[in-house]
């Protein structure tokens, strides 16, 4: 099934406008969250869409790919619920490599806007300080936290990478395969 024109349009802009909260405000309303999770389960059963089973499937893919990160503390739950929103739209299968890629795209911007800001050295020297302190956490049995970092200055609104990550890996299978979902 391919994602009708409608629905890829209802779905830019849930997105654009939860990127523009997170920029201006630093979260995501849940009123966008709910208009964008409701249409796209409600426009799932639309003749020659891709039904409730794979929207509910796609919604919880979304869920399941970034709760991880929530619980450590290293993601908001807003980014969470928006990638929840997005599966709605595609399914489970694109929800999951749409996720991949976000992430993809999150580490790229995090680099960029690390740069930007002039923190790239403090950066990486928080990241090589969290990895060696997430080692010693699961060598002591406990989960990694990302508490452990070390944080300055701004964080970077993750919206944009699932922004950038939804609408990359939908652009790479229509080029490839001539279809969106």
């Known amino acids: 099934m391919e994602i ?11 997105i654009a406008a939860s990127v523009c909260h997170d920029i201006r405000a630093k979260r995501i309303p849940n009123r966008v969250i ?13 003749p020659g869409s891709i039904g409730l089973a794979q929207s509910l499937g796609g919604l919880g893919m979304g ?12 993601m908001g739950a807003g980014d969470v619920k928006l990638m929840a929103v997005a599966g709605a739209f ?4 694109t929800t999951f490599f749409s996720a991949l890629f976000a992430f993809a795209a999150g580490g790229l911007l995090a680099l960029v806007y690390s740069a930007y800001a002039g923190a790239f050295g403090q950066t990486m020297r928080n990241l090589k300080m969290f ?5 010693v956490r699961v060598a002591g049995g406990r989960l990694p936290n990302a508490g452990d970092m070390a944080l300055g200055g701004e964080r970077m609104p993750y919206s944009l ?17 001539g279809v969106l979902v």
């Open 90 to 93: 595609l399914g489970i299968e």
């Open 34 to 46: 709910i208009f964008g999770a409701l249409a796209g389960l409600a426009s799932s059963v639309l």
């Open 161 to 177: 990478a699932i922004a950038g990550g939804v609408g990359t890996y939908l652009a790479v299978r229509f080029y490839t395969a």
């Open 131 to 135: 990895i060696f302190h997430s080692a």
């Open 4 to 14: 009708s024109a409608a629905r890829l349009i209802i779905l830019a802009g849930v």
């Open 63 to 74: 869920l399941a790919m970034l709760m991880p990160l929530y619980a450590l503390r290293a």
